[in-house]
């Protein structure tokens, strides 16, 4: 069963919320005795579990038979598979790097993104700007300049002074 909403799991919460129903669950789940749980409520009590069971998709069949359907957890999870991450995205938490990729060729996109990012093509800026720009997405700036300069992406004045994107990296921007 699913709700108004696209969410399959809010009726099995909601189904399980009861304590009464928890129990009834339960009883079905270990092979316990439901028929005598259920033959100690009124009418009206067994008919609101077994509703509560059915509707949420926990069981199938009516109050003469109920079958659990275990795999409602399973399908309930594969809706709420979290998506997974794609090319830069991978080695970033929070928009900040995580960790540095051992591909070369995957390092060099890493790169490239965080150079596109911090700095304008024509734009020149100090090592302190650079660092506060940079800090906002990895911990270890240095390391971070280093690479960007490594690979060709930022220059870096002969002094150290001052750093602005490469034509490399500035003609990525454009194609």
């Known amino acids: 069963m699913v709700d108004e909403n696209g969410k399959r799991w809010r009726p099995v919460i909601a189904a399980l919320a009861n304590p009464v129903v928890r129990v009834a669950f339960g009883l079905l789940a270990v ?13 009206s009590r067994r008919r609101h579990i077994v509703d509560a069971l059915t509707a ?14 275990a795999e409602v957890f399973a399908e309930i ?3 709420a598979a979290p998506r997974r991450a794609t090319g830069v995205e991978r080695f970033l938490v929070d928009g900040r790097i995580a960790q540095y990729p051992g591909s070369s060729s995957e390092r060099d996109l890493v ?14 800026v100090s090592e302190a ?8 997405l990895a911990d270890d700036t240095a390391l971070l300049r280093r690479y ?3 690979a060709g992406l930022v220059e870096r004045r002969q002094d150290g002074s001052e ?11 454009r194609g």
């Not at 490239?112 to 020149?124: D, F, H, M, S, Y």
């Not at 700007?129 to 906002?136: A, C, D, F, H, P």
């Open 111 to 124: 790169l490239q993104w965080v150079a596109v990012r911090v700095l304008a093509p024509g734009e020149t």
């Open 148 to 150: 960007l300069v490594d």
């Open 31 to 43: 092979g316990g005795d439901l028929d005598g749980y259920l033959a100690d409520k009124s009418p």
């Open 56 to 69: 949420s998709g926990i069981v199938r069949g009516d109050d003469q038979a109920l079958t659990l359907r």
């Open 77 to 79: 999870l594969a809706d």
């Open 129 to 136: 700007v650079l660092n506060g720009r940079l800090r906002v």
């Open 163 to 173: 750093y602005a994107l490469s034509e490399v990296a500035a003609g990525a921007t």
